[in-house]
């Protein structure tokens, strides 16, 4: 069912990433609708939290918490229906500390094919935390986690 703001209408382009894995893909749901009927941005938000998390965690070995969004960009709009796909890569590491870009796409059926757009982009900083909470320090890491740049 096609509403006055239907995905019909906004351009897309092929831009989809083929060179990396998405971190997260998630489908775009009624329920995650604002009153105007495109996605809510603070979901597509808390869906880049994850993404970037799982990079971090991986990378700091353990629980991290997000402790800022440095930039967040809002290109274009989500709708019900989108295929969201997460990237997240490293950019910055410190000694608690783990900065985060997460860029956002989303592929959208037209007419048979499957076209994708950027629509959101990120960076989120992380702090490798012990149980207690409290700031630890980042274990050394190898060429083998170069991945995640």
């Not at 037209?110 to 980042?138: C, K």
Request: charged content about 20%; glycine content about 8%; overall charge negative.
């Amino acid at each position: 069912m096609s509403t006055p703001e239907s995905p019909a209408t906004p351009s897309t382009t092929d831009t989809f990433p083929r060179d990396r894995q998405p971190t997260v893909r998630i489908l775009a749901m009624p329920a995650h609708a604002n009153p105007n009927g495109n996605i809510f941005g603070g979901w597509i938000m808390a869906q880049m939290d994850v993404a970037g998390s799982v990079v971090a965690v991986e990378y700091a070995g353990g629980r991290v918490a997000t402790v800022a969004v440095t930039s967040m960009e809002f290109h274009k709009p989500v709708f019900v229906g989108d295929l969201l796909s997460c990237f997240a890569r490293i950019q910055k590491v410190g000694s608690t500390s783990i900065t985060v870009k997460v860029e956002v796409f989303v592929q959208r059926a037209r007419d048979g094919e499957l076209l994708s757009d950027q629509v959101t982009e990120a960076v989120i900083v992380y702090v490798a935390v012990n149980a207690d909470g409290s700031p630890r320090q980042l274990p050394e890491r190898g060429p083998d986690f170069k991945q995640y740049w």
